[in-house]
C-alpha cells in the first residue's frame, strides 16, 4: 500500500515560486489498477516522479506498506519494489537491450536470453532482432518506449509506475498496453499499477481514477464512476477518431 | 607459455586474451628479448638483421589465419623502440593481434615506443586489434607511445581496434594510415584515462584514391584529474568519403581537448566530423537506479557500456 500524505512540491520560477504538487494525500490500495489523469501540466508527471524518486518533495511524506521512503534514494526504492517506466525512455551510448533487462531483473536472477525473449515478445517485439541493439537513436521513439516497459516487466515488483506509457507508440502497442496491465496484475499478487494516462482505453480499465489539476487532486474514486463524469474532457481522450469508431 | 612468468602471463591475458599458446602465428616478446615464435605455411616471422625489430611476412591468398605479437614488460626501467613490418599479400584476410601491457613495481619509468607499418596489398582484408594496459605501483611510470603506419592498396580493408582501458601513465599514439582506391578504413579507438595520466591519439588519414573511405571513431573517459586530447584529420584527395567522431565522457576534474578536422583537395571529397565532450547524463543514472542499482554501479555500467 502506497500513502502519500499532505505532499508538495514547489519550484523556483521567473515570477517566484510555482506550486507544482499543492498538498496532496493519497492512498493507492494494493491489487488495484490506478490511472491518474487530467489535463497537461497538472502535475501527474511530477507525482510518478516524487514516488519513484526522482524528485523530491518540498514537503509532506510518501508511505510504502507503512515504512517512510521520502527521503529514500531511487535505489533503495526500486530495492522496496517501485518500479518506473519513463515517459522519455533514456537513451544509453553501448548498453544492449539485453544489458538493460538483465540489470532489470537483478542480479539474483541472472536473466537468460530466453527469459528476455519472453518479455520483448509481451510487448511485441521479436528478440532476435531486438536483443543485442544499442538502447541509443537508432531504435525510434515507439520501440524505445516498449523496452522501456519491458524493463519493469522484467523487474516484476509489486508496484509499477507508468508514466504516459502510450505516448509516441504506435496502434499496436496501444491496444496491447491493456493487456499488458492487465497480465501483470494477474502475474504479481497484491501488485498495484499506477499508470499516467488521459487515454480514454486506459481509463475504461482503470479500478481507481484519480484526477489532478493545478497539483491538486479535484476528482478521485472507482474508475466506472469517474469515468462518465470526465468523458469529452481533456481527461479522458480517445486515441483517434477512427479507434473511437471502432471501439 | 611456460616461459612467462605470472606476471607476465596476467599482462598477456589483458591484452591479447591469451591463457595459452595461440593457433596460428606469434611472436612474445617480454622484457626486451623475444621469447617465442611460430610461424606457419603462409606466415612468417623473420627479426630484423639489425635486431630493431620483426617483418611478418602473410602469403597472398591467406585466409583465415591470425598472427598475435604482444609485448610484456615487467621489469622496470626498460625503455624501447621496436619496429614491426607487416606485408600482407593480395586477397589475403587475417586477423592481427598487438598489444602492450606494464607490470612496474619499480622506481624507474618502463617505456615501450612500438612503431607498426602495414602494408596492406591490393583486395586484402586485416583485422587488426591493439590493446595496452598497465599495472603496478611503483613510482615507475608506464610510458607506450605507440606509432602506426597504414599502406593500402587499391580496394584493400582494414579494421583498427585500439583499445586502452587502464594503467598507462603517458601515451601518444599516433597513426597515419594512406588509402589508395576503393581502399577502407575503419577505426575504433576505445580509451578511459585515470590518475594523472596523460593520453594523447593523433591521426591523419590521407583518402589518395577514388572511392576511398575512412571512418575514424573514438569513445573516450577521461576519469580523475586525466589529460586527453583526440586530433583526427581527414583529408580528401579524391573522390572519397571520410568520416571522424570523438564522443568523450568527462568526470571529476578530467580535461578532454577534442579536435577533429577535416581537409578537402577534391571537389568530389566528402567530408564529415562530429565531436561531443559531457558528463553522464543525470537520467542514465536515474533510469538505472530505478531498476535497483546504486549510483556507483549505475557508472560503471554506462562507462562499460560506453567503451564496449
Same mark, same amino acid.
Given at each position: 500500500m502506497?500513502?502519500?500524505?499532505?505532499?508538495?512540491?514547489?519550484?523556483?520560477?521567473?515570477?517566484?515560486?510555482?506550486?507544482?504538487?499543492?498538498?496532496?494525500?493519497?492512498?493507492?490500495?494494493?491489487?488495484?489498477?490506478?490511472?491518474?489523469?487530467?489535463?497537461?501540466?497538472?502535475?501527474?508527471?511530477?507525482?510518478?516522479?516524487?514516488?519513484?524518486?526522482?524528485?523530491?518533495?518540498?514537503?509532506?511524506?510518501?508511505?510504502?506498506?507503512?515504512?517512510?521512503?521520502?527521503?529514500m534514494s531511487?535505489?533503495?526504492?526500486?530495492?522496496?519494489?517501485?518500479?518506473?517506466?519513463?515517459?522519455?525512455?533514456?537513451?544509453?551510448?553501448?548498453?544492449?537491450?539485453?544489458?538493460?533487462?538483465?540489470?532489470?531483473?537483478?542480479?539474483?536472477?541472472?536473466?537468460?536470453?530466453?527469459?528476455?525473449?519472453?518479455?520483448?515478445?509481451?510487448?511485441?517485439?521479436?528478440?532476435?532482432?531486438?536483443?543485442?541493439?544499442?538502447?541509443?537513436? @537508432?531504435?525510434?521513439?515507439?520501440? #524505445? /518506449?516498449?523496452?522501456?516497459?519491458?524493463? !519493469? =516487466? $522484467?523487474? +516484476?515488483?509489486?508496484?509499477?509506475?507508468?508514466?504516459?506509457?502510450?505516448?509516441?507508440?504506435?496502434?499496436?502497442?496501444?491496444?496491447?498496453?491493456?493487456?499488458?496491465?492487465?497480465?501483470?496484475?494477474?502475474?504479481?499478487?497484491?501488485?498495484?499499477?499506477?499508470?499516467? @494516462?488521459?487515454?480514454?482505453?486506459? #481509463? /475504461?480499465?482503470?479500478?481507481?481514477?484519480? !484526477? =489532478? $489539476?493545478? +497539483?491538486?487532486?479535484?476528482?478521485?474514486?472507482?474508475?466506472?464512476?469517474?469515468?462518465?463524469?470526465?468523458?469529452?474532457?481533456?481527461?479522458?481522450?480517445?486515441?483517434?477518431?477512427?479507434?473511437?469508431?471502432?471501439? | 607459455m611456460s616461459v612467462l612468468d605470472p606476471i607476465q602471463k596476467r599482462l598477456m591475458e589483458e591484452i591479447a586474451d591469451l591463457h595459452d599458446v595461440p593457433v596460428g602465428a606469434y611472436n612474445f616478446r617480454a622484457n626486451s628479448k623475444a621469447v617465442a615464435r611460430n610461424t606457419t605455411a603462409n606466415i612468417d616471422i623473420v627479426s630484423k638483421e639489425d635486431g630493431s625489430g620483426i617483418d611478418i611476412k602473410i602469403k597472398p591468398g591467406t585466409k583465415k589465419e591470425s598472427v598475435h605479437i604482444p609485448v610484456v614488460i615487467s621489469a622496470s626501467g626498460i625503455k624501447e623502440v621496436v619496429y614491426n613490418d607487416f606485408f600482407i599479400g593480395e586477397d589475403s584476410d587475417v586477423v592481427i593481434v598487438a598489444g602492450c601491457g606494464i607490470d612496474n613495481c619499480g622506481k624507474q619509468d618502463s617505456q615501450h615506443d612500438g612503431v607498426h607499418r602495414f602494408f596492406v596489398g591490393k583486395g586484402a582484408h586485416i583485422k587488426y586489434v591493439e590493446k595496452h594496459y598497465g599495472s603496478g605501483d611503483g613510482m615507475g611510470k608506464r610510458i607506450l607511445n605507440p606509432v602506426t603506419e597504414v599502406y593500402m592498396e587499391e580496394g584493400s580493408s582494414m579494421e583498427m581496434e585500439m583499445v586502452q582501458i587502464k594503467g598507462v601513465d603517458s601515451t601518444v599514439r599516433t597513426s597515419i594510415c594512406k588509402l589508395d582506391k576503393d581502399a577502407k578504413l575503419v577505426v575504433h579507438e576505445r580509451l578511459m584515462t585515470h590518475g594523472e595520466q596523460n593520453a594523447e591519439s593523433v591521426y591523419k588519414v590521407e583518402l589518395n584514391g577514388d572511392g576511398s573511405s575512412a571512418d575514424v571513431v573514438s569513445r573516450a573517459v577521461a576519469r580523475d584529474s586525466s589529460f586527453q586530447k583526440f586530433d583526427a584529420l581527414i583529408i580528401g584527395n579524391a573522390a572519397c568519403h571520410g568520416h571522424t567522431e570523438c564522443d568523450s565522457i568527462i568526470m571529476d576534474n578530467g580535461k578532454i581537448v577534442a579536435v577533429p578536422s577535416l581537409q578537402a583537395n577534391n571537389v568530389d571529397a566528402e567530408l564529415f566530423h562530429e565531436a561531443a565532450i559531457g558528463k553522464i547524463a543525470g537520467e542514465q543514472l536515474d533510469k538505472l537506479m530505478s531498476l535497483g542499482l546504486t549510483a556507483q554501479e549505475a557508472e560503471e555500467q554506462i562507462i562499460n557500456g560506453f567503451l564496449k
Open positions: 502506497l500513502e502519500i500524505k499532505d505532499l508538495s512540491y514547489i519550484v523556483d520560477s521567473e515570477d517566484g515560486k510555482k506550486t507544482i504538487i499543492d498538498n496532496i494525500s493519497l492512498t493507492i490500495d494494493d491489487g488495484k489498477f490506478t490511472v491518474i489523469t487530467g489535463p497537461n501540466g497538472g502535475g501527474k508527471s511530477t507525482l510518478a516522479k516524487l514516488i519513484a524518486g526522482i524528485v523530491k518533495p518540498t514537503s509532506g511524506s510518501i508511505l510504502l506498506d507503512g515504512e517512510d521512503i521520502t527521503d531511487i535505489t533503495d526504492r526500486a530495492m522496496r519494489g517501485i518500479s518506473y517506466a519513463f515517459q522519455q525512455p533514456v537513451k544509453f551510448k553501448g548498453l544492449q537491450v539485453f544489458d538493460l533487462l538483465k540489470i532489470a531483473a537483478g542480479k539474483e536472477r541472472n536473466l537468460k536470453v530466453n527469459d528476455a525473449c519472453t518479455y520483448l515478445s509481451e510487448v511485441g517485439l521479436c528478440a532476435r532482432d531486438y536483443i543485442n541493439r544499442e538502447v541509443n537513436s @537508432s531504435l525510434s521513439g515507439g520501440e #524505445l /518506449k516498449r523496452i522501456e516497459i519491458a524493463t !519493469v =516487466l $522484467a523487474r +516484476g515488483t509489486k508496484m509499477s509506475v507508468f508514466d504516459e506509457p502510450e505516448a509516441g507508440i504506435d496502434l499496436w502497442s496501444f491496444q496491447n498496453l491493456t493487456r499488458i496491465f492487465e497480465n501483470m496484475r494477474k502475474d504479481i499478487k497484491d501488485g498495484s499499477i499506477i499508470v499516467i @494516462s488521459h487515454q480514454e482505453r486506459i #481509463l /475504461k480499465v482503470a479500478d481507481e481514477i484519480i !484526477v =489532478l $489539476a493545478d +497539483g491538486k487532486i479535484v476528482n478521485q474514486g472507482e474508475g466506472a464512476n469517474i469515468l462518465p463524469q470526465i468523458m469529452g474532457t481533456n481527461s479522458a481522450v480517445r486515441p483517434c477518431s477512427k479507434l473511437g469508431e471502432e471501439a | -
